[in-house]
């Protein structure tokens, strides 16, 4: 048997990268028709027929009284913060895109960072209430990697203190606890449909929103304050998605039970490669009936071989483009780093958990060679590192 038949080199295709996700894209000659009626109609904008009916196909699919559609998730906050009049400050999570922070800065309003639970990697509730002062008007969680907050805690604090709670559910979509959907939490929740989300319309966004008066408060913010052909009600923004990513949406969600049928597979199979890799800690799912498997974090401890940053070095080595989902913490940031709140001391365990997180790649069209070559590469280094150890010995 020659030398290469017994030994099994890792080596990716040529012409082969695998990034933390893919699009989930509906065959491209299904979007056709829709093309055609979208330029039979010349409607191409402000609320056409997609626009409608994806607004009403959403509100069944995710179990949600009231949504209204956005041109991307960003927009969507941003709008939220202004349909409940928020100002002052908003207690929210620095583990998360930065979107989230962002979102209070363009509305002047200042953000104060709380702990997150070392468990979920969510807002932490315990440590609320010690943030409260009296500028303190509203809450911003998120549902990190689509696991839910402890939506009922966070909401007796709010009621307890008079404060407004938005969630930021950009990765929460179809996610369902015992009690129906997650989005129907809080005053408000927001989606994203960007190309990197499990639902995507190439850009996109919502607000889920509980009452008609608010959607409508919510339209007419999103459409330069508009409410008639004269009338202005408000200083509002064009937040409005088009018909094109309406359609595409659409079709889309034609498509969505497939993919995440196939996401839940991968990560199963992930779970049961990494299951018994010392050092390898799988964040487990939190209070949801229905996941929707939106990312796969892996936190690297410090009993596996080597640190997560030489992990995610050796994955870019085999051109797994794996990604430190959330690194560095939003309070790290020059326009954050400032805050009282932003320091080290106060957030421990975000920043314990920046340092260790990486999300491996999952999206539907993964397939199970590559998954095992992936679960091989962070299981390999344990493999590397048992001979020498006995060596030292
Ligand atoms: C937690 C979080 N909030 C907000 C956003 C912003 O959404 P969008 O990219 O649609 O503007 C994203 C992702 O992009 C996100 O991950």
Redesign the pocket.
Known sequence: MSASATVRVVQPQADERIYVTQPHLAPLREFIPYLEKIWDSKVLTNGGPFHHQLEKALCEYLGVQHLAL?A??????VTALQALRITGEVITTPY?????AH?LLWNGIKPVFVDVDPDTLNLDPAKIEAAITPQTTAIMP?H?YGHPCDVDAIQKIADNYNLRVIY????AFGVQSEAGSVLQHGDLS?????A??VFNTF???AIICPDAKTKQRIDHLKNFGFVDEVTVVASGINGKMSEINAAFGMLQLQHIDAALARRKEIDAMYRELLRDVPGIRCLPGVGEKTSNHAYFPILVEADYPIGRDALYQKFRDNEIHARR?FYPLISDFPMYRGLPSAHRDNLPVAADAALKVLCLPIYPALSNENIERIADIVAGEVRISAPLEACMR
Do not use: P, R, W
Not at 96 to 100: C, K, N
Not at 168 to 171: E, F, R, S, V, W
């Open positions: 956005f991307n998730g960003t927009l969507a906050l998360s895109f930065v979107a989230t979102s998120v990190c930021d559910a950009a990765h927001v989606l994203s449909f960007h990197t989300k850009e996109g966004g989902y």
